[in-house]
């Protein structure tokens, strides 16, 4: 039991960093005082060939079972049934290399490329360890190498079973200059916000992988408070974000209901100065959707 446990600490931790050696003597406490939990999700990885190897080469998910990851108030039986399902889902959704491929520490796939020659935009499906206090990938959006905007994610049914996709958490920029690239970045996706780019490219990714449901974590649903100031005001009010494309507070707080596909407004109800620039930025989604749809139908099966 312990050796198994140790073993897992050292391919999770840095054992020559002080701080790491801590971190896996907490997380041996950890899984002592979980081991039937843990024992049922090795078992899980062990059902299969691509689930040993994802665990071979992947060992995060049995750490964040045993931390307060994902969500606020989460229970270890929760990020438990959680992970199995978010992987059973990949299992069942990707192409058998695919699904090796996108389950490793640090993966990317890229589903939506920018037709601009002069910058490197693009969209990813992406991996890594950093991404893991709330959740198992992520749509990542990457500009000349860099994070732009990301939205961390994971896949698990919703209490009627159905298959949905579920928003730990979104990501903006962190750079020195990042008003003046969200700038440049909106003007070139025709007045259409970063952040709202970012959310539509999770939903086109939530309906290629078949899901039913898009549920995002709310202000209280969050599992850390980093994003309130030291005032108690919000650095980042996700509810007022869920909000804008017609989601809806759950019953349960933690969570908003968001749609699948974002309401369009007709031409008709676009002043007439604008329509312009609305049937270029329609274009511009439209071109979003159908290079996720077709990238991902590469590695679906």
């Known amino acids: 039991m ?6 897992l600490g050292k391919r999770i931790y840095d054992t020559s960093n002080p701080r790491e050696v801590h971190r896996l003597v907490v997380f041996a406490g950890r899984s002592l005082l979980h081991w039937s939990a843990i024992k049922e999700l090795l078992r899980f990885f062990d059902a299969t060939d691509a689930r040993r190897r994802l665990l071979a080469e992947n060992a995060f998910p049995v750490e964040q079972m045993t931390r307060a990851f994902f ?3 989460s229970t270890i039986a929760e990020r438990k049934k959680l992970i199995m399902a978010h992987y059973t889902a990949l299992e069942e959704k990707l192409r058998p290399e695919w699904f090796d491929k996108l389950t490793r520490q640090y993966a990317a796939y890229t589903i939506w490329q920018s037709a601009d020659e002069d910058i490197d935009w693009k969209a ?5 360890p950093g991404q ?7 749509v990542v959006m990457r500009l000349n190498n860099q994070h732009l905007y990301q939205i961390m994610f994971w896949l698990a049914p919703d209490k009627n079973e159905e ?18 690239i969200i700038k440049d970045i909106t003007k070139r996706s025709h007045r259409y916000r970063t952040k709202n780019l970012i959310l539509y490219m999770a939903m086109a990714v939530a309906r290629n992988f078949g899901c039913k449901q898009i549920y995002a974590v709310s202000n209280e649903g969050y599992y850390a408070m980093n994003h309130v100031r030291r005032d108690r005001k919000l650095k980042t009010d996700f509810g007022a974000f869920w909000e804008e494309p017609g989601g809806h507070l759950t019953e349960d ?7 699948l596909v974002e309401p369009r407004k007709t031409m008709e109800e676009v002043p ?30």
């Not at 312990?2 to 073993?7: D, F, L, P, S």
């Not at 893991?132 to 992520?138: P, Q, S, T």
């Not at 707080?253 to 749609?259: A, C």
């Open 124 to 128: 990813q499906l992406f991996v890594e």
């Open 71 to 73: 969500y606020a108030g």
């Open 2 to 7: 312990i050796g198994t446990i140790i073993e």
């Open 163 to 180: 298959l949905s996709l579920w928003i730990g958490a979104m990501q903006g920029p962190n750079m020195e200059d990042a008003k003046d």
């Open 132 to 138: 893991r206090k709330e959740g198992l990938m992520a």
């Open 272 to 301: 007439t100065r604008k329509r312009a620039v609305y049937r270029k930025r329609f274009a511009f989604q439209d071109d979003v959707d159908a290079q996720i749809a077709k990238n991902m139908g590469d590695i679906l099966q």
């Open 253 to 259: 707080s933690r969570f908003y209901e968001v749609p």
